[in-house]
T-cell receptor, first 113, second 114 residues
Framework: DQQVKQNSPSLSVQEGRISILNCDYT??????FLWYKKYPAEGPTFLIS?????DKNEDGRFTVFLNKSAKHLSLHIVPSQPGDSAVYFC????????????FGSGTQLTVLP | NAGVTQTPKFQVLKTGQSMTLQCAQD?????MSWYRQDPGMGLRLIHY???????DQGEVPNGYNVSRSTTEDFPLRLLSAAPSQTSVYFC?????????????FGPGTRLTVL
């Protein structure tokens, strides 16, 4: 039973346009949500996070939105760049269990020049 | 800083063989963990350690052993390799800030068990 779901295995967008990656979760105990980016032959790297007390967090071109009632979060990348092409993982953990991350299966983003 | 390093990068084993995947970090993080990544399943936690001498099981611990004798090193041992352990293995270390952890991952070890 996947508690964190990324239903789109892949996404292609044109350079300069917005990329929207989606993530759904089922565990209502999840309190923090994180996005990691992974390039081929490298380990995942932390991108951005959001606490459940917020509904939006921005960091440069990256914004994460959280809709707790729908148990849904999304990562927006504006504008998208070819260097953003990577696999994006959504992850979550309950309050007080920051080390017990549950990951989604990932979405391969391809930004076309 | 080298960050988190893992060796080897690639390994092929025969069923029943044993081996140790090495992991080291130079960031003085107390927490370290091992994940495996399988196609379509994301990363799953195998074992973790909250400090030297302290380890615990994650979501998928069967067939793996760990120990933590120093802050820097956290090796993962496969006792008797099985084809189901074919996967990419990531080691991570982390620190806690603002109620959540920032995990730093190594480059991974791609293991094939024949």
């Amino acid at each position: 039973d996947q508690q964190v779901k990324q239903n789109s295995p892949s996404l292609s967008v044109q350079e300069g346009r917005i990329s929207i990656l989606n993530c759904d979760y089922t565990n209502s105990m999840f309190d923090y949500f994180l996005w990691y980016k992974k390039y081929p032959a490298e380990g995942p790297t932390f991108l951005i996070s959001i606490s459940s007390i917020k509904d939006k967090n921005e960091d440069g071109r990256f914004t994460v939105f959280l809709n707790k009632s729908a148990k849904h979060l999304s990562l927006h990348i504006v504008p998208s760049q070819p260097g953003d092409s990577a696999v994006y993982f959504c992850a979550a953990h309950p309050r007080g269990s920051a080390r017990q991350l549950t990951f989604g299966s990932g979405t391969q983003l391809t930004v076309l020049p | 800083n080298a960050g988190v390093t893992q060796t080897p990068k690639f390994q092929v084993l025969k069923t029943g063989q044993s081996m140790t995947l090495q992991c080291a970090q130079d960031m003085n993080h107390e927490y370290m963990s091992w994940y495996r990544q399988d196609p379509g399943m994301g990363l799953r936690l195998i074992h973790y350690s909250v400090g030297a001498g302290i380890t615990d099981q994650g979501e998928v611990p069967n067939g793996y052993n760990v120990s933590r004798s120093t802050t820097e090193d956290f090796p993962l041992r496969l006792l008797s390799a099985a084809p189901s352990q074919t996967s990419v293995y990531f080691c991570a270390s982390s620190y806690t800030s603002g109620g959540t952890d920032t995990q730093y991952f190594g480059p991974g070890t791609r293991l094939t068990v024949l």
